[in-house]
């Protein structure tokens, strides 16, 4: 009933509403504070002294029949749905897929998400080639979800398409289709396959494939079969006193037909039943609960190290941050390793069993420039990785870029130089006169002069690159005047010429 993460109790209660476990847990309860009340103690052995006298013991079983009897008419309440249900609501959407019926079936069809607002259904009309909208209904599944169902009814051979438009609280929408297919009155289902399916969660008996013979003969294999149920039997136990005053158990088995089924990491067997009208099948299917989810990493850092010239194994610190739905956060295991490529080209980053650990923060030896890999394994073998891109060790001078903001004959301009390193940069000037700037973060530079402008940038571990650029469109010189002249004007016909006498 119960596996280790209890979801099977949960189950229990969950899906078929089932109270019988809390009212026998009560019962039990009540009837060990009865019998201590009554002078009787339910606990010890008969080795550590005497038995309670007969009439001690009679009074205490009729005060255990009354209570019992009180639980059973109401007036002991074991938990109520609302309450016990509200903290364990399965949020999940459901979603639509295509279901497969007999000819006079009436399927139902659930849509559902948290976020939903509304939903909006529709069936294709195939003879006005439009789509009908029709009304749906909202209803509380088996798994307490607030599901809205259409009902339609399969008539005919034609394939029915629906669809379901769901409007969402931020104003968006999401629209499910599915199909209804007409198929051929069924003699026998079976289930030839282990269903493997990921663990942790309820799964839809419509999930399983299963074999169905019909009634011409013929055989297929069908997932979404309208009328598919999972059997559950549970054993209901009830206490009451005889007449004597002896206690009386009745144990009650009782088969529950649900949608639903829990299923873990494990592998167990189900009674499936398929159901149409009077006609019944059971077959029984193996279901395997497995880890099928990958970790999920969020962040990786690679820290407490220095970038160096000199080509050597630097020791850093590796912090991979991942979480996993189904293995607890200690179990998870984590390895970084460089992303190396074979002969062909293809990249192969697979750790070996030595680059595993346990530890989310660990050192590492950086031997390598380049992309290194992070991987983080939960205990089903899932594999999760997120590319990094490390420097260690950096030989490479920055790549320079030199140009001057005018290229035509002026009196100054601005020389700007820019490089690309990974690493800090830091820029030195020497004028055509020697002057030096020295190391500075400065990268535009007054040019005044004509003549060969040497320019150097380093990285923060000293490398160097150099680049030259001759300058020669300043002109700092105005003009000079070599020669004025001037030239006589001849007076005009008839005129006088002011400079005679």
């Not at 968006?172 to 269903?195: A, R």
């Not at 850093?316 to 970084?336: G, Q």
């Not at 490529?341 to 980053?349: I, L, N, Q, S």
């Not at 346990?358 to 590319?387: K, M, P």
Request: net charge negative; hydrophobic share 35%; proline share 5%.
């Amino acid at each position: 009933m119960t596996n280790e993460n209890g979801e099977e109790t949960e189950k229990a209660f969950h899906v078929h509403g089932k109270r019988f476990l809390i009212i026998t847990a009560a019962a039990v309860l009540v009837m060990a504070a009865l019998l201590c009340a009554a002078g009787a103690n339910p606990f010890r052995s008969h080795d550590e002294g005497e038995m309670e006298p007969e009439s001690v013991q009679n009074d205490a079983m009729e005060t255990v029949a009354s209570a019992l009897a009180g639980i059973a008419a109401g007036a002991v309440q074991p938990p109520g749905e609302a309450e016990y249900a509200a903290p364990h609501k399965i949020t999940e959407p459901v979603r639509l897929s295509d279901i497969y019926a007999v000819s006079g079936s009436t399927v139902q069809m659930q849509c559902y998400y948290p976020e939903a607002e509304s939903y909006a259904w529709e069936v294709y009309n195939r003879h006005t080639s439009t789509w009908e909208p029709v009304e749906g209904v909202t209803q509380q599944d088996e798994l307490y979800r607030p599901v809205s169902a259409l009902c339609v009814t399969a008539e005919g051979t034609d394939t029915i398409p629906v669809r379901c438009t769901v409007h969402m609280e931020d104003g968006g929408t999401v629209t499910e289709s599915t199909s209804v297919y007409m198929i051929p009155e069924i003699l026998d289902v079976s289930v030839e396959e282990t269903y493997v399916t990921d663990a942790g969660r309820y799964i839809s008996s419509r999930e399983i494939p299963v074999r169905v013979s019909y009634s011409n003969g013929t055989q297929d294999v069908i997932t979404g079969l309208d009328g598919l149920t999972f059997v559950e039997s549970t054993e209901k136990r009830e206490v009451s006193a005889s007449k004597t005053g002896n206690p009386v158990e009745t144990v009650t088995t009782v088969y529950t037909e649900c949608s639903y089924a829990y299923i873990g990491l494990e592998e167990k067997e189900f009674l499936l039943r398929y159901r149409c009208g009077e006609q019944m099948a059971d077959t029984m299917a193996a279901v395997c609960g497995k880890d099928l989810c990958a970790p999920v990493i969020s962040d990786v850092s690679v820290s407490g190290f220095e970038i160096t010239n000199i080509d050597t194994p630097v020791t850093a610190s590796i912090s991979i941050t991942a979480e996993d739905d189904k293995t607890p956060y200690p179990d998870l295991e984590y390895a970084f390793i460089p992303k190396d490529t074979d002969a062909d080209g293809d990249t192969v980053p697979v750790p070996d069993d030595a680059d595993w650990t346990r530890e989310s923060v660990f050192s590492l030896d950086i031997t390598q420039n380049g992309t290194w890999t992070a991987f983080c394994r939960d205990q089903g073998g899932n594999l999760a990785s997120v590319e990094k891109e490390i420097i260690v060790v950096d030989q490479k001078a920055p790549v320079m870029s030199v140009r001057l903001a005018d290229t035509e004959w002026c009196s100054s301009t601005k020389l700007t130089v820019d490089a690309e390193d990974y690493l800090p940069v830091e820029y030195r000037v020497i004028t055509p006169a020697g002057t030096d700037s020295g190391w500075t973060a400065q990268n535009e530079y007054e040019v005044s002069c004509n003549g060969t402008w040497e320019i150097q940038a380093r990285d923060s571990v000293g490398n160097v690159s150099t680049e030259s650029i001759t300058v020669s469109n300043i002109d700092r010189q105005g003009p000079v005047i070599e020669k004025i002249t001037a030239e006589k004007t001849a007076p005009a016909e008839g005129g006088s010429n002011s400079n005679e006498d």
